[in-house]
T-cell receptor, first 117, second 113 residues
């Protein structure tokens, strides 16, 4: 069984300051991990993906995430927040089931990122 | 490159009316297709997924149904809408044979009054 916990439902930072969105996961297998971003009334856009290669993953728009197996974490960071980063962020874990079904993805409940001017 | 379309973008329907939402994918063959619902203040709920034409799996018993009449077309339907069907409906696709990276459409905002 797999699960994902986003530790903060809301995060507020000032423009130009660092962003940290926290995600912890549990998985019975070697997981794939994802971060998606959703702007209001839009679909989800893939930010980055970890699939057992380099533990530090760089994504779009200056975001990156580090896979830490010992801590079962996959936190999302950005050095300097921009107003356009204000959105909902979802951490997702894939357990890579043997079959072709869709039950391999588990979504976190989301973190709402607020950027203060 | 692959693109995914959903329509309509927004929809307001009375209780008891029928529903048909459409999703199409371009630039890939034989994709896995998914329907999710996102209710206000809640995460994503997987409703249906399909690994091929005519093959539909339901994750949650409900008032909705799905069909896949063509390889890259996925339709979400209801015969009689309920107030609780309101939400943001997202279609997604992934490469056949994997449940890894899913790519999402722009979504449909459904309001049932």
């Amino acid at each position: 069984a797999q699960s994902v916990t986003q530790l903060d439902s809301h995060v507020s930072v000032s423009e130009g300051t660092p962003v940290l969105l926290r995600c912890n996961y549990s998985s019975s297998y070697s997981p794939s991990l994802f971060w998606y971003v959703q702007h209001p009334n839009k679909g989800l856009q893939l930010l980055l993906k970890y699939t057992s290669a380099a533990t530090l993953v760089k994504g779009i728009n200056g975001f990156e995430a580090e896979f830490k197996k010992s801590e079962t974490s996959f936190h999302l960071t950005k050095p300097s927040a921009h107003m356009s980063d204000a959105a909902e962020y979802f951490c997702v874990v894939s357990d890579r089931p043997a079959g072709g079904g869709a039950d391999g993805l588990t979504f976190g409940k989301g973190t709402h990122l607020i950027i203060q001017p | 490159s692959q693109t995914i379309h959903q329509w309509p973008a927004t929809l307001v329907q009375p209780v008891g009316s029928p529903l048909s939402l459409e999703c199409t994918v371009e630039g890939t063959s034989n994709p896995n297709l998914y329907w999710y619902r996102q209710a206000a203040g809640r995460g994503l709920q997987l409703l249906f997924y399909s690994v091929g034409i005519g093959q539909i799996s339901s994750e949650v018993p409900q008032n909705l149904s799905a069909s896949r009449p063509q390889d890259r077309q996925f339709i979400l339907s209801s015969k009689k809408l309920l107030l609780s069907d309101s939400g943001f409906y997202l279609c997604a696709w992934s490469v056949y044979g994997t449940t890894d990276t899913q790519y999402f459409g722009p979504g449909t905002r459904l309001t049932v009054l």
